[in-house]
């Protein structure tokens, strides 16, 4: 008899096994799971999607009365308001792809638990669906910065560099969705895991130029923060925006490496872990 | 032409808590895999019993799995619980890995078991229905041309656009059946439905099995509800402890089950001399019998007492309590016993057919003096189960109520 089984279930699978077609077919699924992350959560509240607004505004405000009134951290001659605003506009993108794609497993267990569908099909929604969230928070940006320069006579320069803007998201979400997984992954069986990055990803943030300018550290720290890949990402948006601040392409060489490396590491994490996962989770 | 074939199937599970330990067990099972030896914890592993506790951590939820079906057909997967069915349908629907061995599958796979998985209770029932049908593996275009039809099965036209958290749990499984319901798979497990639900609700799952079974496409049903098996499968696997013990037709199957059942039910208790038996100074218990041993709720059952009295009273009352698995007590009855030759006491308590509903019960005895002095009470060892019969009408449900008594009804 011909034996051509549309499908064969085996313990395990090889490496490199990893179903991209069978994603494709499931891209509905992945718009719908973007579709409902974004209804729901402003679902019975009163401001609704203001929200996106109301949370970045609110902490720019923060970080200008902490670190520049009080702290008296400089901006690097960049209008303060709009200096905070860009660089919480760009860390929430990134944090939010790696946070949330980090409990994949374990706050979806439900879910995965009865039904079987590409399990990477969640986290690519995640970054999705904070990639509309992104762009919305980057009109507001745009909007903020149109207001300094009527009202404030607030200078800019904004320059060639910013067509590399959608490279540098494209950067974040890679290197987000690519953390994000690896630990989703190893959370499933240790937890310890979800609380060392809760506090993670805060001190990472102050590890990265959101609330000084790179110019600002010198020394030691200077090269310690320089090969946080995640410098050359925000010293390039400003610089696209502000013309301050440094544009190095080879950071960026580094950081494109680093982020894809991550990327298809992570997949290969998640991937052997998706088939056993709810034993353990 | 077969749909399924499962081959040398394993599953292991490891027991207790995951934390610690399980660093070091992964780094061993790592070395050893990386050596090219074999995994350190598969020799360990025990059979599956819950009763007796293994020396290890781990255990074979399933172990040398291997049967096919062919296509078209309506197989009744069987066995108590615990027994591996769910880890089976689990790997089946590929929500996680068997740990060695392999599933061959022609086709798709839906399953019932799935009910409203994925419904978003801040969405509405038109959103929950295109979310619902895309985890189920429908595209968007599918679930369109299919969205009248759902609606109209589910019968909540009316608030389809209404968030499902304001449903009733009824139009909730409703709308949940719905989607699952147009899902066409070439291959439909389901899973305990019909534990699940009104007798509406099982009519129509009912329904669709057999219009799905009737297209000519595959069903696996797995039930603790033997009626059920039998009234719906041609074929049957009995599972025991994570493997299966018979394969045949779904008839022969549940006798198979029944029987294995039955032994561990205890219909029959006899002690041959005294210093042995249970009792006191005043009481012995000499034997108790159940016939016929495992009675249908339409057979008369027959339970014989018999019992030494070591008293001086000429006439001991008896009286027992009939006992369900819920610790109920089902009903009570009591006669006096003269004493015969040997300090003997014999006598039978005939309950009528058509009176007990199905289920396992116990008995609890109570000994007492002419006089009504309690003597003795003794919870006797015998458990027996009383079984249901096939029904030829829709509903093969459990039927409420903890007796289930032939009635006269005058219906015109």
């Known amino acids: 008899m011909k034996e051509n089984w549309t499908e064969v279930i085996n313990p395990k699978r090889s490496i490199f096994d990893i179903n991209f077609k069978e994603i494709w077919k499931y891209r509905d699924l992945i718009m719908l799971f973007v579709r409902r992350d974004f209804v729901s959560v402003y679902k019975q509240t009163v401001l609704g999607p203001l929200w996106l607004f109301i949370q970045p505004l609110f902490t720019t405000l923060t970080f200008f009365f902490v670190f520049n009134k009080i702290a008296k951290i400089p901006t690097d001659n960049i209008d303060p308001i709009l200096f905070y605003l860009s660089g919480i506009t760009l860390w929430n993108y990134f944090s939010d792809c790696f946070s949330k794609t980090s409990n994949t497993f374990v706050a979806n267990a439900g879910i995965f638990g009865k039904v079987y569908f590409p399990r990477l099909a969640t986290p690519i929604s995640i970054v999705i669906s904070n990639l509309i969230k992104l762009g919305i928070q980057i009109m507001l940006f745009v909007a903020i910065m149109l207001y300094q320069i009527m009202f404030n006579n607030v200078q800019i320069n904004i320059n060639s560099h910013i067509f590399i803007l959608p490279f540098l998201i494209l950067l974040m979400a890679v290197m987000g969705l690519g953390l994000g997984i690896i630990f989703s992954a190893l959370t499933t069986k240790y937890r310890d895991l979800s609380f060392l990055l809760t506090f993670g990803i805060q001190l990472l943030m102050y590890a990265t130029p959101i609330i000084y300018p790179l110019s600002f550290t010198s020394g030691k720290l200077h090269s310690l923060i320089s090969m946080n890949p995640l410098t050359p990402i925000m010293e390039s948006f400003r610089y696209a925006f502000f013309g301050i601040g440094s544009f190095d392409w080879s ?6 490496i680093f982020s894809f490396s991550v990327l298809f590491l992570g997949i290969i994490i998640f991937n052997q872990v998706e088939k056993s996962f709810m034993d353990t989770v | 032409m077969e749909v399924i074939k499962v081959e040398n199937l394993y599953k292991q599970y490891r027991l207790g808590q995951i934390s610690t330990g399980s660093i070091a067990h992964d780094l061993n099972r790592w070395w050893h895999t990386v050596r090219g030896k074999e995994d350190p914890y598969e020799k360990v592993t025990g059979l599956n019993n819950r009763e007796s506790s293994g020396s290890n951590n781990y255990v074979w939820a399933l172990q040398d799995i291997n049967f096919s079906v062919n296509q078209g057909e309506v197989l009744g997967i069987i066995g108590r619980n615990g027994a591996g069915k769910s880890t089976l349908l689990k790997i089946l629907s590929k929500v996680t890995s068997p740990t060695k061995g392999s599933i061959k599958v022609n ?21 929950n229905i295109f979310l619902n049908g895309a985890i189920l593996g429908m595209s968007k275009s599918e679930i369109r041309s299919k969205f009248d039809e759902i609606v109209a099965f589910s019968g909540v036209e009316k608030y389809i656009d209404t968030p499902v958290k304001r449903y009733s749990s009824g139009m909730y499984v409703r709308l949940a059946f719905a989607v699952a319901a147009h899902l066409e798979p070439e291959i439909l497990i389901v899973d305990e439905v019909l534990a699940v639900g009104d007798a509406e609700f099982q009519k129509k799952c009912l329904g669709k099995m057999k219009d799905v079974s009737e297209q000519g496409r595959t069903v696996l049903f797995v039930s603790h509800n033997l009626v059920a098996v039998k009234s719906l499968c041609k074929q049957g696997i009995l599972m025991e402890r994570g493997s299966i013990s018979f394969i045949g037709s779904a008839e022969e199957t549940v006798e198979h089950y029944m029987k294995a059942n039955a032994e561990q039910l205890n219909t029959f208790v006899s002690y041959d001399t005294r210093s042995n038996a249970p009792g006191n100074e005043c009481i012995k218990i000499n034997k108790i019998e159940v016939n016929p041993s495992n009675p249908f709720i339409t057979d008369e059952i027959k339970i014989h007492f018999s019992f030494w009295n070591l008293t001086d009273d000429p006439s001991i009352f008896l009286a027992f309590d009939l006992i369900d698995l819920h610790e109920e007590v089902v009903f009570g009855s009591g006669f006096s016993f003269e004493t015969g030759l040997d300090n003997l006491c014999h006598g039978t308590c005939i309950i009528p057919s058509d009176l007990m509903n199905d289920g396992v019960y116990s008995l609890q005895l109570y000994f007492n003096s002419s006089d009504m002095r309690l ?15 096939e029904r030829n009408y829709a509903y093969f449900g459990k039927i409420n109520g903890v007796v289930r008594p032939k009635l006269k009804w005058n219906v015109g």
């Open chain 1, 251 to 256: 950071g960026l060489a580094v950081t494109s």
């Open chain 2, 107 to 127: 086709g798709r796979i839906a399953s019932l078991l799935e009910v409203g998985t994925g419904f978003h209770p801040e969405l509405t029932g038109r959103e």
């Open chain 2, 375 to 389: 003597l003795l009470n003794i919870p006797s060892k015998i458990f027996f189960e009383v079984a249901d019969k």
